[in-house]
């Protein structure tokens, strides 16, 4: 069974920075669409950023220059590196997957990490 499972969240000040990870276990991450996710309190989940079997990488525009989405297959890991966090960068964020072989872009993602809080103070 497929499981992804996240660390790396906490609390920082406006302009910090923090690293999120989502370790896959029962698979593996290649041949995979990988995604960040974010919902804060009182608003919907939006994508954060996507990451394909290519590589390629796509953001949403509140994040992209800030944000970096990588994977490294060997461990089977994905990270988020947050920089120049703001107050509303606030949420908690999900990883998610897609079944192997399958692309980005519009659709449903199959798994789902428990979630990790990120809270940035001004």
């Known amino acids: 069974q497929v499981q992804l499972v996240e660390s790396g969240g906490g609390s920082v000040q406006s302009g910090g920075s923090l690293r999120l990870s989502c370790a896959i276990s029962?698979?593996?991450?290649?041949?995979?669409?990988m995604a960040w996710f974010r919902q804060a309190p009182g608003r919907e989940r939006e994508g954060v950023a996507t990451i394909d079997r290519a590589g390629y990488t796509t953001y949403a525009d509140s994040v992209k220059g800030r944000f970096t989405i990588a994977r490294d297959n060997a461990k089977n890991t994905m990270y988020l590196q947050m920089n120049s966090l703001k107050p509303d960068d606030t949420a908690l964020y999900y990883c998610?997957?897609?079944?192997?072989?399958?692309?980005?872009?519009?659709?449903?993602?199959?798994?789902w990490g428990q979630g990790n809080q990120v809270t940035v103070s001004s």
């Open positions: 998610a997957a897609r079944p192997p072989y399958t692309n980005c872009g519009p659709g449903v993602y199959t798994y």
């Open positions: 029962g698979s593996t991450y290649s041949g995979r669409c």
